[in-house]
């Protein structure tokens, strides 16, 4: 008896405060009205977590430029300032011609190598009506080395200079703070050492970044084998940090790969972080607004 | 934007998506998003409260001077206003307009020291709009 007498003041309390309440005017704008479904902006900050491609792109009308530095190893001891003696660079120019489409070309001094890139947003992470969990953001690069030929006296081809990468960039952003990758990447080499060595080489990179504060972000990525490799291929690992100060990103980070690019990083890293083969480097970027946009 | 204005006593809502403003520079709108109004933490601007001394003698047509007293909540903060505004009844709608400013610190919108000649310390808005009847 008792337990039912308690039941029915709850019932009754809850009814008496409802209707005592009046309606909040904020609820009632937005009665009836569906959520509107917000594409998620600023997964990274930049367009690569440190090596690897993010799935950010340059904005529509947007010149990305980037300056990127490698100093050398810092098991080079004291003689060679722990690397810094040494640099290799790497400049590169993206362009957003759309919101969804970046075409890019950059140089190298690994290898004297020149490439150019097409990189495409196909699917965007949203909140909101309908979301969708995460994006996916396409990238094709072709690398073509600058170096004269070793041996000039035989047939040299000119498309043994070349390799391609692709890539599907998959990235979410978890929270506010963190956001990750996943990049299954495919190398292709036209010329490789030996007749039993691989053209392609296929590996899969995961990475990510986590906001310390909304302009200062902890960043990682590490690159596994799946096919294709040589025992002197080691795996790609960095981490870093992005510093964010108005229209600059500078990238700092610790890497065991010296090269820039794709092709490089991803079949050419010989070092291990084991042995000290430890590069600092950076990455810096500046945007240009070439196009402004239609404010709409 | 839109808004509500209760008849009957006065009381009012006002409401802002925040991603609905929209930059020339792509890279503002990302940092007016991620570094400053925090927009996916707090996607709407709103104003609510009530018409200091409603009363229903305002709707003869003319323009009528009036405070709008309530809470400001701007980036998750919450702030006590009181904002002059004007109302009006015109062919049965309600028209209102208020010009007033924002200031980002009590909002808890910081900007750094390096940004702070480039972005302005105070918002202005500028409010005009019909409300329908319904």
Sequence with gaps: MRRTWHAGLVAALCCGSTAIAQPDLLDVLNEGVEAPTVPVSATFKDT???????????????????????????????????????????????????????????????????????????????????????????????????????????????????????????????????????????????????????????????????????????????????AGRTPDMKPSASIGCDIETGGHVFQLHLTNSSGMFESAFLTQTAGTWGAGDIYFGFNLSRVFTVRERNRD | MSAVLNTADGGFAFQVPIRGFHFEKALMEEHFNENYLESEKFPNATFKGTVVGWSSAWADGKPHSVQ???????????????????????????????????PTKDHKITIPEVVREKIAASIPVTVNCTLDPR
């Design chain 1, 48 to 226: 690569r977590v440190i090596n690897v491609q993010s799935n950010e792109t340059a904005a529509s009308g947007v010149l990305h430029f980037v300056i990127a530095h490698r100093f050398g190893r810092l098991n080079e001891g004291a003689y060679a300032l722990w690397g810094l003696d040494n640099a290799s660079m790497k400049m590169s120019f993206d362009y957003g011609l759309t919101d969804r489409l970046q075409v890019g070309v950059g140089r190298s001094t690994l290898g004297k190598t020149y490439e150019a890139s097409a990189k495409l947003r196909l699917l965007r992470q949203t909140t909101g009506g309908r979301a969708f969990p995460f994006s996916l953001t396409l990238f094709s690069s072709a690398f073509c080395t600058g170096t004269r030929w070793p041996d000039p006296e035989r047939t040299n081809y000119f498309t043994s200079r070349l390799s391609f990468v692709h890539q599907a960039v998959f990235a979410r952003k978890v929270s506010d703070d963190l956001s990750v990758v996943l990049v299954p990447s495919m190398t292709h080499r036209n010329l490789v050492s030996t007749p039993d060595v691989a053209h392609d080489v296929y590996t899969v990179g995961l990475g990510g970044r986590y906001k310390l504060t909304s302009r200062l972000s902890l960043n990682g990525e590490l690159h596994v084998f799946a």
């Design chain 2, 68 to 102: 709008a007293k309530g809470k400001l909540s701007v980036h998750g903060v919450e702030v006590e206003r009181t904002i002059p505004a004007t109302l009006q009844l015109k062919g049965g709608k309600w028209v209102i307009s208020a010009r007033f400013e924002i």
